[in-house]
């Protein structure tokens, strides 16, 4: 009886003992993970961290050029001798341009003075022709010019400005649609006003005939972009120069 006692206590207490090891184990584990979850987390939030701080390093860059930027347009609109000066002016038509919103609003104002000045001379002439009877093989059938202008702050007042002018001159009347016509005039301008989404080697045409385009030399301060007709062939060809 003594000896079957002594193993009952044995049993007992080592029991305990094993699950004193088993929590202890367990407890072990759990801060083992913790631990390592804790480590994680840290180098996760620093990570993030230093992202947040380098977006808004590069979101602070940008709005300080962006604000010279816009200082230094203001300096120049309102500076009288930069206003009424040819070369400021075509640079600041190319500076303005990079920006998508400004360069779309023109495009836009472009193409409705378009469709109002040209679209009401071609019909004009397009019913002139047919009273008489007789189509004039010389001279220029349109010539149509207007502006496309722009708002800006001026002392603390917005001011309408004419960006610059653009100037048609058809020598042959289309014999396509009067829409076709607009919309290959539109067509021209917006891509010589676009340089940088066209290739070295676009033509502007009209219907098949070539068609010129330049920023006149003598038109001062106002820019005046010049697209002329040829009244030769359709077989004439140079590199026209954009936005230049």
């Not at 301060?221 to 009244?231: D, N």
């Amino acid at each position: 009886m003594g000896q079957s006692y002594s193993a009952q206590q044995l049993n007992s207490v080592k029991l305990p003992l094993e699950q004193k090891d088993f929590w202890m184990l367990s407890s072990g584990g759990l801060l083992l993970t913790l631990i390592i979850v804790s480590v994680y987390g840290k180098w996760k939030f620093t990570k993030m961290a230093k992202a947040i701080r380098y977006e808004r390093y590069k979101f602070e860059s940008l709005q300080k050029r962006l604000n010279l930027a816009l200082t230094t347009l203001r300096k120049w609109e309102e500076n009288p001798d930069l206003v009424h000066s040819r070369d400021w002016n075509l640079d600041y038509i190319r500076m303005r341009m990079e920006d998508s919103t400004f360069h779309n609003a023109m495009i836009n104002q472009a193409k409705v003075k378009i469709k109002q000045f040209i679209s009401t001379a071609l019909r004009i002439n397009l019913s002139q022709n047919k009273t008489i009877g007789i189509a004039s093989t010389h001279g220029h059938r349109i010539d149509e010019t207007f502006d496309v202008t722009y708002e800006t702050d001026v002392q603390g007042k917005p001011t309408r400005r004419v960006l610059f002018r653009i100037r048609t001159k058809l020598t042959r009347l289309p014999t396509q649609s009067t829409s076709a016509t607009i919309e290959q005039i539109v067509e021209c301008i917006e891509n010589f006003l676009s340089p940088t989404q066209v290739g070295d080697n676009w033509q502007p045409t009209i219907q098949g005939y070539i068609v010129s385009m330049s920023w006149n030399q003598q038109a001062k301060p106002t820019p005046l972009l010049l697209l002329e007709q040829h009244s030769q062939g359709v077989n004439v060809s140079f590199r026209t120069k954009l936005m230049k």
